[in-house]
């Protein structure tokens, strides 16, 4: 499978804590991307890092990535309720085709 | 601008009947792509559309195709159905060029139609 693979599948997390993700890829890419799902729902992107970059932020978003080990981390922080969703990382192998991981699901408790 | 939108938002049918989802993407948006979800494959690529032609494909068999209009909105159709074609099904669009005139990747999705074969 061409899918990326994520960890923890599931986080359980209170209001204020800090929540990382981690996407681990197969591929050479482009581009590494972050979405979050509501429900079931359609996807929001998040943020976008080239392969040319380590470090972006964006808000309480906070992404890394690490083409060496084809490797990237999602960090939000100071987690509300409202970031209760499933996160996807897609990556992007330069066809406009993007290859999604497997998820991670995120429920933040008040 | 108001963002991508798809028909119809749910829809049951039976085995062996075929369906056509609808796509519109963001107004100036040429490129198109439809994505499969489920919960045991999670989120595929189907096929991509830009100016009216296919750019790309996933593995996906025949029964499922699509096409794209002088508008942007695009159709996808699914013959045959079966009951493992029971999913979601997502529609992206994209602009080439962001808003500070760089290239973008960036995706946008709709609420997705979801499928149940029966």
């Known amino acids: 499978s061409q899918q990326g693979e994520e960890d923890p599948q599931a986080l359980s997390i209170q209001e204020g804590e800090n929540a990382t993700m981690n996407c681990s890829y197969k591929?050479?890419?482009?581009?590494l991307q972050w979405y979050r799902q509501n429900s079931g729902r359609g996807l929001v992107h998040l943020i976008l890092?080239?392969?040319?970059?380590r470090e972006k932020h964006s808000g309480r978003l906070r992404v890394t990535l690490d083409t060496s080990k084809k490797s990237s981390s999602l960090l939000i922080t100071a987690s509300r309720a409202a970031d209760t969703a499933s996160y996807f990382c897609?990556?992007?192998?330069?066809?406009?085709?993007?290859?999604f991981g497997t998820g991670t699901r995120l429920l933040v408790s008040p | 601008k108001a963002g991508v939108t798809q028909t119809p938002r749910y829809l049951i049918k039976t085995r062996g009947q075929q369906v056509t989802l609808s796509c519109s993407p963001i107004?100036?948006?040429?490129?198109v792509s439809w994505y499969q979800q489920t919960p045991g494959q999670g989120l595929q690529f189907l096929f991509e559309?830009?100016?009216?032609?296919?750019?790309n494909k996933g593995n996906f068999p025949g029964r499922f195709s699509g096409r794209q209009f002088s508008n942007s909105r695009s159709e996808m159709n699914v013959s045959t159905l079966e009951l493992g074609d029971s999913a979601l099904y997502l529609c992206?669009?994209?602009?080439?060029?962001?808003?500070?005139?760089?290239?973008?990747?960036?995706?946008?999705f709709g609420p997705g139609t979801r499928l149940t074969v029966l």
């Open positions: 897609a990556m992007n192998t330069g066809f406009q085709k993007l290859v």
């Open positions: 992206a669009s994209r602009d080439r060029v962001g808003r500070e005139g760089q290239r973008t990747d960036t995706q946008y």
């Open positions: 890092i080239r392969s040319n970059e």
């Open positions: 559309y830009f100016s009216e032609t296919q750019r």
């Open positions: 591929t050479s890419i482009n581009n």
């Open positions: 107004s100036g948006h040429r490129s």
